[in-house]
């Protein structure tokens, strides 16, 4: 990647404040409605994709018309709460998912500026250490504790 620096936000602490307490708001808001399952739930559910979405529509409206062959143990009202919470998450999740994406985006990039950053101070610090610059030696020593052991392997005999 180059060199380029592509992200400089800066939000003002008061800003940010209020992005913490609308982010608690909507938490608090919407976390009533929500459930959270392990990651083992995850990979076994039976997941309704997009394309999923107007086979159980039709479903359900076949349902309503026809309840005879709706097996006794699916009860035709859970079907009708299940389908429209997936309709109204819908409306959220969407946004949000974009949202996120860019927040991460924004956080990975900063996170990969800062640290590249970072990485070319302290190879600036070893060279001037290398060179004797008065107190070089004991910052690159400090900076290199975060690399130890991390260096070139010996080769084996």
Known sequence: MSMENVVAVQIPPAELKKMQAKVKELNDLIGPYLISLTAQQRKEVL????????????????AKSNPEFLPGYNKLEDFEIDYTAVKDLTT??????????????THLMSG??????ARNYYESVKVAAKNNAPSAKVISEDLGKRFAGQGKKAKAA
């Open 47 to 62: 997941a309704m994709g997009d394309s999923s979405e107007p086979f159980v529509a039709k479903c359900l409206d076949y």
């Open 92 to 105: 959220l999740v969407r946004p949000l998912n974009q949202l996120t994406a860019n927040l991460n985006d």
């Open 112 to 117: 990969a500026e800062a640290y590249r950053a």
